[in-house]
């Protein structure tokens, strides 16, 4: 599966943005998806992840209640709202995919083996 990631960019403290993730060569609702950021000098986190199903999903602690993952099956396309964001948000954010059960969700990247290329979110005023 070939995945794209887009709609980053420049944003003030507490906007939003909707990031997506496009699969294309595989439908990606039979692979788990997680979006993962790295941050200038910092290790690639775990962000959110979502399951086969949209059954489950997990959040890191630093961005519950901010982010939202969802899956569009139609456009075969899984999609991360990043509300009330801080500068600390600022980073590249990357998707991954892996094939999984139908309700595993994971935020190690470690056990992702697809990649898109990243894109650049940047929260400052």
């Known amino acids: 599966v070939q995945l794209v990631e887009s709609g980053g960019g420049l944003v003030q403290p507490g906007g939003s943005l909707r990031l997506s993730c496009a699969a294309s060569?595989?439908?990606?609702?039979?692979?788990?998806v997680g979006w993962f950021r790295q941050a200038p000098g910092k290790e690639r986190e775990g962000v959110s992840c979502?399951?086969?199903?949209?059954?489950?999903?997990d959040y890191a602690n630093s961005v519950k209640d901010r982010f939202t993952i969802s899956r569009d099956n139609a456009k075969n396309t899984v999609h991360l709202q990043v509300n009330s964001l801080k500068p600390e948000d600022t980073a590249i954010y990357y998707c991954a995919a892996r094939q999984s059960s139908y309700y595993d969700c994971s935020l190690s990247s470690g056990h992702y083996d697809n990649w898109g290329p990243g894109t650049l979110v940047t929260v400052s005023s």
């Open positions: 060569e595989a439908t990606l609702n039979n692979f788990g």
């Open positions: 979502i399951s086969r199903l949209a059954s489950n999903t």
